[in-house]
DNA sequence: ACTATGTCCTGCGAGC
DNA sequence: TGCTCGCAGGACATAG
């Protein structure tokens, strides 16, 4: 469900609520988790642990724990697939369906992870490194060498996560839009100018969504049960027949790997 | 090594 | 009202 501005904000807010909390237990639920590592394993590894910051890294959550003693212990990573969610809420509240995960908390609240869906995955490790670079960080050189020779649609290529870390279908066809550039196009036709564009157009589009706190399609919120508002200014995500916002266009729906791609036929070459 | 495709799940809304 | 169908923000395995 979340992409990068979306996982950021979630990542925010249970900073802000749960840093420096104490994982007193963990109940993980019954049969056909989904759960990376094995359950006791991560049972053992939250239990007794300081939550010393949340953060993101790509789609990724990462819990860093610290030990009583204050040392450096293992990572908790929470990655929500499309309908996770983390939940911070007090103890008598019943529990939602779909409930995977719950830590208590010194504090007396509750962390809990919900996942109808259930691609998301729980795992622990020691030190997390997402695989691709993160967009908002790349420099132009090192992103331009990620596309050289792609013969994969620019839009696949910019889902791959092993190339970029936190770009998901919306802000690809949002990123695309603003930068002038057609989703089925090969990466590596892409001309320098385009390649400048698309690094920017991704990274303005990031960070304007992080500023409104996500986009809030079906029924996304952040960890303090808030919506985001960057769906307001989606431009062709999920505007199939509408008129572009520049050009009046019929804003065009075709599927690339799988995913439905959205698009200006006028504005983007 | 890279690329395209199918699959994992449940829920929701559109259309009949 | 109730049913079926298609679709959903992700990632991985597998086959070519």
Same mark, same amino acid.
């Given at each position: 469900?979340?992409?990068?501005?979306?996982?950021?904000?979630?990542?925010?807010?249970?900073?802000?609520?749960?840093?420096?909390d104490?994982?007193?237990?963990v109940?993980?639920?019954?049969?056909p988790?989904?759960?990376?590592s094995?359950?006791?394993?991560?049972?053992?590894?939250?239990?007794?642990?300081?939550?010393?910051?949340?953060?993101?890294?790509?789609?990724h959550?990462?819990?860093? /724990?610290?030990s %009583?003693?204050?040392?450096?212990?293992?990572?908790? @990573?929470?990655?929500? =697939?499309?309908t996770? !969610?983390?939940? #911070?809420?007090?103890?008598?509240?019943?529990?939602?369906?779909?409930t995977?995960?719950?830590?208590?908390?010194?504090?007396?609240?509750?962390?809990?992870?919900?996942?109808?869906?259930r691609?998301?995955?729980?795992?622990?490790?020691?030190?997390?490194?997402?695989?691709?670079?993160?967009?908002?960080?790349?420099?132009?050189?090192?992103?331009?060498?990620?596309?050289?020779?792609?013969?994969?649609?620019?839009?696949?290529?910019?889902?791959?996560?092993?190339?970029?870390?936190?770009?998901?279908?919306?802000?690809?066809?949002?990123?695309?839009?603003?930068?002038?550039?057609?989703?089925r196009?090969?990466?590596?036709?892409?001309?320098?100018?385009?390649?400048?564009? /698309?690094?920017? %157009?991704?990274?303005?589009?990031?960070?304007?969504? @992080?500023?409104?706190? =996500?986009?809030?399609? !079906?029924?996304? #919120?952040?960890?303090?049960?808030?919506?985001?508002?960057?769906?307001?200014?989606?431009?062709?995500y999920?505007?199939?027949?509408?008129?572009?916002?520049?050009?009046k266009?019929?804003?065009?729906?075709?599927?690339?790997?799988?995913?439905?791609?959205?698009?200006?036929?006028?504005?983007?070459?």
């Amino acid at each position: 469900m979340p992409e990068l501005p979306e996982v950021e904000t979630i990542a925010r807010g249970l900073a802000k609520r749960i840093s420096g909390d104490v994982i007193e237990s963990v109940w993980l639920g019954s049969k056909p988790e989904p759960l990376k590592s094995p359950a006791s394993e991560i049972e053992a590894a939250l239990r007794g642990k300081r939550i010393s910051t949340v953060r993101r890294l790509g789609k990724h959550i990462v819990f860093d /724990l610290e030990s %009583a003693s204050g040392s450096a212990s293992a990572q908790w @990573i929470v990655h929500l =697939g499309m309908t996770g !969610s983390l939940l #911070v809420c007090p103890p008598g509240l019943e529990l939602e369906k779909h409930t995977h995960a719950v830590l208590q908390l010194a504090s007396g609240r509750e962390l809990r992870f919900v996942d109808p869906r259930r691609f998301g995955r729980l795992s622990v490790i020691e030190k997390f490194e997402a695989p691709g670079a993160e967009p908002l960080q790349i420099a132009f050189d090192d992103f331009a060498v990620l596309f050289h020779k792609r013969k994969t649609p620019i839009k696949s290529a910019l889902l791959n996560q092993s190339l970029l870390s936190g770009v998901g279908n919306i802000y690809a066809d949002e990123a695309l839009f603003r930068a002038r550039i057609r989703p089925r196009r090969r990466a590596a036709s892409l001309t320098r100018d385009e390649l400048r564009r /698309l690094h920017q %157009a991704l990274k303005t589009v990031l960070k304007e969504a @992080i500023k409104l706190g =996500g986009s809030s399609v !079906s029924d996304y #919120v952040d960890a303090d049960g808030e919506e985001g508002f960057f769906q307001l200014k989606h431009r062709v995500y999920g505007r199939e027949g509408k008129p572009c916002r520049i050009c009046k266009t019929p804003v065009k729906r075709i599927v690339i790997a799988g995913r439905s791609s959205h698009y200006c036929p006028r504005c983007q070459k």
